[in-house]
């Protein structure tokens, strides 16, 4: 399921247990079939414009509701367990954890770098920040024309509106944790 389908799935379910409606109540006033909605409900469905339309129209809410990342009071994520964002063959692998779109202005990476691997990341834009903690071994960032050697347990912080590098020049696997901050509409 891709993540808007997700996010309408998760928010028609929601949205309608909050009214206390059933399928067949949310059909009646929508104008949608309730196996359509039952479809929809499931992410098996890929519902038309018009068809979200009807439905934001009929339960009398706003069409960014229903396709907006919906809340979550927790959410665990094991990157071991997800498909990576990013990945070269014996050099590197990258995990979103938890993407850009769910706050708009953070992004958390797991970056798994192998010895003598490269990881290359072109500019974020501007007012953009890397924070990045190292979990295992040491990693070398290079942006700015200045190079940081970042070991376990340490914590660096840098901007993003260039390119840069990350570099594993030890004899052991690199992993560490990256919050990406776009702090454009922050003060």
């Known amino acids: 399921m891709d993540y808007l389908s ?16 059933s399928l067949g109540e949310v059909a009646e006033q929508t ?26 129209s009929g339960l009398r809410i706003e069409f ?20 990576p ?34 990881y290359m990341s072109g500019s974020h834009g501007e007012k953009t920040r890397e924070y990045i903690t190292v979990t295992e071994g040491v990693l070398t960032i290079e942006c700015h024309g200045h190079t940081q050697t ?4 340490q914590v660096y912080k840098f901007e993003t509106d260039q390119a840069h590098i990350y570099r594993n020049e030890g004899a052991e696997m690199v992993s560490c944790t990256c919050f990406f901050l776009d702090y454009t509409g922050l003060r």
């Open 31 to 56: 104008g949608v079939s309730k196996s359509m909605l039952a479809q929809i409900e499931k992410g098996t469905a890929n519902p038309s414009l018009g068809v979200l339309g009807k439905i934001t």
């Open 85 to 118: 964002t990013k990945e070269l063959e014996g050099q590197y692998k990258v995990w979103t954890c938890f993407p850009y779109e769910d706050s708009h202005s953070v992004e958390v990476y797991r970056i798994d770098i192998e010895p003598g691997g490269v």
């Open 64 to 83: 960014q509701t229903l396709i907006d990342p919906p809340r979550e009071d927790f959410c665990l994520v094991n990157p071991k367990e997800i498909i």
């Open 150 to 153: 970042i070991n376990k347990d």
């Open 6 to 21: 997700y996010n309408v799935a998760v928010n028609l379910k929601q949205i309608r247990q909050s009214k206390g409606m």
